[in-house]
């Protein structure tokens, strides 16, 4: 269903399609526990029903209409303290995609989600796994809305919404593994900090007040930087407070 890509060096040279699968990510790290695997390996599906996302959110889509999918990268040559640099590299890809498609207000919101406007389209889980002092394998699941058009309560869009035009999914990924490729290759370039400057141009809420939550309730603040952690630093109270994954979220109303 899904053809390999002619245009990339090594994405998406080998694709396992999957009708049907929980989750593409587990599916892919299961598989490297039994066998060696070529970096740039894709699991693809167009039925995922057992997504994961961050903060242990489920990724739930409609059957045929959307990308979900998990890439193998092996990215050696990075140190464990660089891995979250790899999340920006991934969000900054599918923005760059959804902003060749002539999308506009496309905005990456702390982590790793994507949205058009104040509309979730993508969400990006990386699962890496380490050997010593360097990073073996990272996995890049990805989902994106492409065709669905209902959501529920859930404040999300798609591409179809957005530019009023059925999208060709297999077409879609060809694409996408371009610009995934290329951000790769920034990483293993070494090309940090421009990955660092166009994320945080990218990021919701740079510089820009927003409300947020922590454990002591509503507040209003900024985003003044993301350390290589992967630590959120947001202005808010005449200081700067520094916040892991899952002791702040962003308020949109």
Same mark, same amino acid.
């Given at each position: ?6 245009? &990339?060096?090594?994405?998406? %040279?080998?694709?396992?399609?999957? /009708?049907?699968? /929980?989750?593409?990510?587990?599916? @892919?790290?299961?598989? #490297?526990?039994?066998?060696? @695997? ?10 995922? &029903? ?9 990724? =739930? ?5 959307? *990308?979900?999918?998990?890439? @193998?990268?092996? /990215? ?15 969000? *900054? ?5 959804? %902003?060749? #498609? ?5 905005? =990456? %919101?702390? /982590? ?11 969400? $990006? ?8 002092? =360097? ?10 809305? $492409? ?13 179809? !919404? ?8 297999? @077409? ?7 610009? $995934?490729?290329?951000?790769? *290759?920034?990483?293993?370039?070494? #090309?940090?900090?421009?990955?660092? !400057? ?11 007040? !927003? ?34 994954? %899952? ?7």
């Amino acid at each position: 269903m899904y053809e390999t890509v002619k245009d &990339t060096l090594f994405t998406a %040279k080998q694709i396992i399609y999957l /009708p049907e699968c /929980p989750s593409t990510n587990d599916f @892919l790290l299961a598989e #490297l526990g039994r066998q060696s @695997l070529h970096e740039g390996l894709v699991v693809i599906t167009s039925k995922q &029903t057992a997504g994961k996302g961050q903060r242990g959110n489920t990724w =739930v889509t409609e059957p045929d209409k959307n *990308l979900t999918f998990s890439v @193998l990268f092996k /990215p050696i040559f990075m140190l464990p303290t660089h891995q979250f640099f790899m999340s920006m590299a991934c969000s *900054l890809a599918v923005a760059d995609w959804l %902003k060749s #498609l002539n999308i506009k207000d496309v905005k =990456v %919101k702390w /982590p790793n989600d994507v949205y058009i406007g104040k509309n979730k389209v993508a969400g $990006i889980l990386l699962e890496n796994q380490l050997r010593g002092t =360097v990073i073996q394998h990272s996995v890049w699941g990805i989902g994106i809305n $492409i065709n669905q058009t209902h959501f529920g309560e859930l404040a999300a869009t798609s591409v179809y !919404q957005v530019i009023g035009v059925e999208q060709d999914v297999r @077409l879609c990924f060809q694409s996408l593994t371009l610009f $995934i490729e290329k951000r790769y *290759l920034q990483l293993k370039a070494g #090309l940090y900090p421009l990955i660092k !400057q166009e994320y945080l141009s990218s990021l919701m809420a740079f510089q820009t007040e !927003q409300k947020f939550e922590d454990a002591e309730g509503i507040f209003l603040g900024k985003i003044e930087d993301v350390l290589d952690s992967g630590h959120v630093c947001i202005y808010h109270s005449g200081i700067i407070k520094q916040y892991d994954l %899952k002791e702040v979220k962003m308020i949109l109303d």
